[in-house]
Every structure is written in C-alpha cells, then in structure tokens.
C-alpha cells in the first residue's frame, strides 16, 4: 500500500493498494455510504461490512448510475433521507463510486446539518486520482455542470486499485485523461507510463502511476486549497470539455471530453508561443478512442465556455502550458479561439480514421 | 451610526444607523439583489439603486416573502436565474429582508461557482441582531428548518433602523426575542431596555440597544465561528422553539416560538440548579405576546426536538443558564425534561388571559 498525505489545515491520507476496501473503519456511530447504483450490491456493501465490523451502524443508500446522481432533486432527497434515518453531526458520508458519487455525496456532506464528516472511497481511475481527493464537490444544474457546489475536504480517502479490474475497458481509458493531464502539469513520467504498451488494469507499475498522478494534485490541492491561483490549473483542457458535454447532454463522458479538450488548449498553447505539445495529446487521443464528436461550430460552444467558473467579469481564460509542466492562465483573444479550433478540427478526421483502422 | 466589527479571519463589519441604506456601495461590476418579496419594490430597489450609482451593475430579484423563500426549490431556481445571467466567480450577493432572506441568499452564494461574496441588508429586528451576523446560511426540509445550509459569513452588514418604522408591530415585537436572548446570554441591561415601557422602532436608545444586541452576537462568533463550542449558546429557546414552529407548520413565527422557547428553557435551567429566571422570560412573554400555542403534547414535539442539531449520537443537549449571563450546555433526563413542560404548560392560560385582557 502506498499513501500520500495532504497537508491541509486538516490533514487527511489517500491509501493507494489492492483490496484495502476491506480495512475501513471509521470513529462515528452513524454512517451513510453513498454509492454508485452500479457498485452500491457489490463495494458499497463491502464497505458497510468493513465499517459495520469495525462497530458503526453503517447502510447503503444507492445513487442514479454516473453523472445522473449529481441532479438538485437527487441531492434534495438525500438530506430529507439523512434527517429521517436520524444522521446527527457526528454522523459520517461515505462516498463509494465515480467522480458523480463524490461530487454528490461530498456536496450532501458538506451542507447537512451545515456539514459532516466526508470520506471518499473511488472505484474508477479518474475519481481516483481526481474527483475524490481535493474536496471539490457539487451538482449540475440545467445551466451547466458543477455550478452549485461547495469545497470540502473528505477525512480520508481509500483507492482500491482491485476496483478497476472490474470496470469496462472504456470507462478505464476515459479516466485515464486526468492521468495523463497531471503527467502534462507537473510529471512527464506520468504520460510515458500512460503510453506505455502495456498500460491498463494489470499494468505492473499501475500502483506507482496512481500514486505519482494522486501527488502532482495533493501538492496543488495544499498550496491552494480554494482555487484562489494555481489550483485552476488542474482544469487544464476543461473549458472546452465542460463545453463539449453539455452541448452534446453528456453523451460525451467527461474524461473524452478532456481528452479532446487537452488537445485543444495543446494548439491554443502552441499559437500563444509555447512548445508545441499537440503530438503527445494526440497520441493520448489514439490510445484512449473517444466517442467521435458530433458536427459542432464554435460559436454553439463558445455561451457554454463563458460559463466555465474561471470566466471573470473580464471574460474567458484558458490553462495553457509554457512547455511540459509549465502551466499558467491567460486571457485569449478571439482570433486565437477561432484558429485553435480549426487547428484542432482538422485532426479530427485522421483520429476517426484510426479508431476505427 | 455605530459599528460593530466582526473579528474573524476575513474581517467584516455591521454599520447600524438610520438611512444608511442609500449609502450602499460595493466593489463588483455584477451583483444580485435578493430581496424579501413584501420589500424587493421598496428596500430592495432603494439599494439597487445605490448599487448603481456606486458603478456595479444591479438587478433585484424577488423572494417568495417570509419562510417561503427557504425551500429547495427557490434556492435551486435563483442558481439556475444567476447562470443565465451571467454571474461570475467576481459577482456578488446582497440579501435584503428579513433572516429567512438572508439565510436563502447566503446559501445561494455559499453555493453558486462553490461560493462568492455576500452582503446583508437585514430589514427587520430579528434579521438585524441575528441572522443577518455570523454566517449561518440554510433552507428547510420537510423535516426540519435549516437541515441544509453552510457557514459563509457576509462581507459586510447595513443595518438600518428605518426600515423598523414600517415592519407591522406584531413584527417587531417578534424580533425582540432574539434582542432578549442576547440579553439573558451576556448583557442584562438589554433585558432592562427591550422591557422598558416606550421600547418600539421609535425608542429613543434603539440605536444603542441593536449596538449591544449585535455586539453579544458578534464576540460569540469571532470566537466560535463554526459552532463548535459556545457558539451553541446563541440557540437559548431554540430546541423547543424549532419543535414548535415545525410542528405548527410555522404558523407559531420564529421570534414568537423562541420566546416561548426561552420560558420553557429558564424552567428546565431552575430544574436544573440554577436561578429562578422564568419571572424574566414570562415577563418578557407578557411583552411579546405571542400568539397562543394549540394544544400540544410533549411526545409530540419530541422527534422534532430530536432533530435539533445541537443533538448528538448520545442524545438531546439544552442551552441552560446558571444565572443571568451563565450559560452552559447540557444534558438534560426525560424526567426533568417532562417536569419542566408541566411547569411550561401551568403558565399558558394566565398568559392567554392577561394577553386578552
């Protein structure tokens, strides 16, 4: 087992390892596990077994599959739920799931009783090594995703790499965009083992890559805890894919959308004088196969990127990378959105011709 | 005008006085006006108003009047309202009402983008020395006020005494129960002021009492600001009360049900060992005049008492007094909880009556 431990004003541990789901235990009586429906019979009950051995009055409540559990009614329903099982405020949320489950249950946690205990147990890649450590957490309203939500930081957090044997070879890939966008900001070495033949589920060094990918974001999450600066840079590649998913009503999962979106800012980096990274994003984009892109114009996406949360009274602004692992944030103009896009449409032909050769 | 200043991490200030609406200026281009439906035309746009002239660009939204506004639903409808309209993460709430306003407004900027700042314009007595300080925000659920919410304190308070000349008596008279509590908590003299015999909007010493009044309130936050210790203190009257309002589907208003929720707690606090403080808080009932309670059983208000967040996993905790100014927290038997509503309910007709006569 590995573990990387965030320096916050309160402290807390990620615990990297196969088959730790089975040594939870947690200091409060009540506990309610918050699980994805799709893993609610089978880790969400591992979880309240561990938690129930251990002497906690532990139940699964299970959520909408994915992305549908971050919905206000669904929110809404949980807390009556809590009130009416009696959760006091020294009761505890666990999330089992997604990045959807943690959002979810993080922003239940985080507004019941005006806030209780929070501890993430994710069961996919990208929660992993981003949704469940940090504390950012929220739900989605018609306007776009994440726009009501709050920060609050879990108590501990368990990534069962056994988890990811079971999940779909697709939902693997899609995660491991947040993977490779760490290795962009902060570690090369990261993207090499992501590109690495053998990379998947049963990857040997698989433990060491969520490990170094967990750590470039617990050392953003610590120096800036409230996304006042550099903390906006893990949302590199994100205003566009925020854009991509909600025009296209989330048929392109998030981790696609990142994936394409990575590319995009890697020619919007390029055109405002960095390296040009674009290759390595579009190799990413050959390994991982995202669902192809609906016809999209810029202008249908560009209202959808004004709502992104690092727009200011100014107007838009973009991650965009100096060179590997040389983040920082700027205004673009116009001129340079539009040329980026058709840079970025241009590959897009070449990259459907792969996926399906 | 006076000012009582808020030490906490990102300080903050109230400005009590008369007229100072109209001075209202704020340091944001967009900002959201979330007014009181019974004062959005009046209050709301006197400071909207003010806004612009100050160079911000201002809109007032209306708020179903009263404790309507604290449902889900409004809180989920002004999220999505504030998308559309293109609120950044460098926009700004401003509440105008009374608490239920501020509480829903707070947690609308709690909440939108995962938080951005907030200003109060309470408007009535019980806003002004209560919830419009200290940063307690929330909505109701079905099964009790407040059960969700979060702490996140305004960055700056306007209270103007005007706006009491034009609350309905019956209002204000409501308000001053939390004044009262202030005063049994920590400050005798505003026990002595809210019963002397000219207290009203136009008592010549208001200025200073609502001073004193938010002065109690805003020691107690700045050296508790999360509630995790005396700030329980400030819930004098309150586990009864919220039984109360929640069992009469608020028809019993929240100032009414804390004064009665004060007597009861001055009994429990006698039962308990302290001094006899139920001549004080009956006279202060024989001030208010509450409306009459229906007729209740004790079983009945206790799952609602439950409930109170001040509850734990080992049981039901009560705000009692030593003595004038001696609060503590503690638990309290079913005996001495029983004998304490025979006591309560023993009061009740000579209340009716002299409110009568």
Same mark, same amino acid.
């Given at each position: 087992?590995?573990?990387?431990?965030?320096?916050?004003?309160?402290p807390?541990?990620?615990?990297?390892?196969?088959?730790?789901l089975?040594?939870?235990?947690?200091?409060?009586?009540?506990?309610?596990?918050?699980?994805?429906?799709?893993?609610?019979?089978?880790?969400?009950?591992?979880?309240?077994?561990a938690?129930?051995?251990?002497?906690?009055?532990?139940?699964?409540?299970?959520?909408?599959?994915?992305?549908?559990?971050?919905?206000?009614?669904?929110?809404?329903?949980?807390?009556?739920?809590?009130?009416?099982?009696?959760?006091?405020?020294?009761?505890?949320?666990?999330?089992?799931?997604?990045?959807?489950?943690?959002?979810?249950?993080?922003?239940?946690?985080?507004?019941?009783?005006?806030?209780?205990?929070?501890?993430?147990?994710?069961?996919?890649?990208?929660?992993?090594?981003?949704?469940?450590?940090?504390?950012?957490?929220?739900?989605?309203?018609?306007?776009?995703?994440?726009?009501?939500?709050?920060?609050?930081?879990?108590?501990?957090?368990?990534?069962?790499?056994?988890?990811?044997?079971?999940?779909?070879?697709?939902?693997?890939?899609?995660?491991?965009a947040?993977?490779?966008?760490?290795?962009?900001?902060?570690?090369?070495?990261?993207?090499?083992?992501?590109?690495?033949p053998?990379?998947?589920?049963?990857?040997?060094?698989?433990?060491?890559?969520?490990?170094?990918?967990?750590?470039?974001?617990?050392?953003?999450? #610590? /120096?800036?805890?409230?996304?006042?600066? %550099? *903390? +906006?840079?893990?949302? =590199?590649?994100?205003? $566009?894919a925020?854009?991509?998913?909600?025009?296209?009503?989330?048929?392109?999962?998030?981790?696609?959308?990142?994936?394409?979106?990575?590319?995009?800012?890697?020619?919007?980096?390029?055109?405002?004088?960095?390296?040009?990274?674009?290759?390595?994003t579009?190799?990413?984009?050959?390994?991982?196969?995202?669902?192809?892109?609906?016809?999209?114009?810029?202008?249908?996406?560009?209202?959808?990127?004004?709502?992104?949360?690092?727009?200011?009274?100014?107007?838009?602004?973009?991650?965009?990378?100096?060179?590997?692992?040389?983040?920082?944030? #700027? /205004?673009?103009?116009a001129?340079?959105? %539009? *040329? +980026?896009?058709?840079? =970025?449409?241009?590959? $897009?032909?070449?990259?459907?011709?792969?996926?399906?050769?």
């Amino acid at each position: 087992m590995r573990q990387v431990d965030l320096n916050l004003e309160v402290p807390y541990s990620v615990r990297i390892g196969h088959g730790i789901l089975h040594e939870i235990s947690l200091p409060h009586r009540k506990v309610a596990v918050l699980a994805d429906g799709a893993v609610a019979e089978t880790y969400g009950n591992t979880v309240a077994v561990a938690l129930s051995a251990g002497g906690s009055d532990a139940r699964v409540y299970s959520l909408p599959p994915g992305e549908d559990a971050k919905a206000v009614s669904v929110y809404e329903g949980l807390l009556s739920t809590l009130a009416r099982d009696g959760l006091t405020r020294d009761s505890a949320v666990v999330s089992v799931g997604g990045g959807a489950a943690s959002d979810l249950a993080g922003f239940v946690a985080a507004t019941y009783l005006r806030g209780i205990a929070f501890y993430t147990v994710p069961t996919t890649l990208l929660a992993m090594v981003d949704a469940a450590v940090g504390g950012k957490t929220g739900v989605n309203l018609p306007e776009g995703k994440n726009l009501a939500g709050a920060f609050h930081q879990p108590r501990g957090v368990w990534a069962d790499l056994d988890t990811l044997a079971t999940l779909p070879d697709r939902v693997f890939r899609e995660g491991t965009a947040e993977v490779f966008k760490h290795g962009l900001l902060a570690n090369p070495g990261i993207c090499r083992d992501v590109l690495a033949p053998l990379f998947g589920p049963n990857y040997p060094g698989l433990e060491a890559t969520v490990e170094a990918a967990v750590r470039v974001k617990a050392e953003v999450v #610590a /120096r800036d805890p409230f996304e006042k600066g %550099e *903390r +906006a840079y893990l949302n =590199f590649g994100h205003t $566009l894919a925020h854009a991509f998913e909600a025009f296209t009503h989330r048929e392109i999962p998030h981790g696609e959308a990142v994936a394409y979106g990575m590319h995009y800012a890697a020619h919007l980096s390029y055109l405002e004088g960095g390296t040009d990274l674009s290759n390595l994003t579009r190799a990413f984009l050959t390994y991982q196969r995202p669902r192809p892109l609906p016809p999209l114009d810029l202008a249908d996406l560009l209202p959808y990127m004004a709502r992104d949360k690092k727009a200011d009274d100014e107007g838009l602004r973009f991650v965009l990378l100096r060179g590997m692992a040389q983040p920082y944030l #700027a /205004r673009v103009g116009a001129d340079t959105i %539009e *040329r +980026a896009w058709t840079a =970025f449409q241009k590959d $897009l032909p070449a990259l459907a011709a792969e996926a399906v050769g």
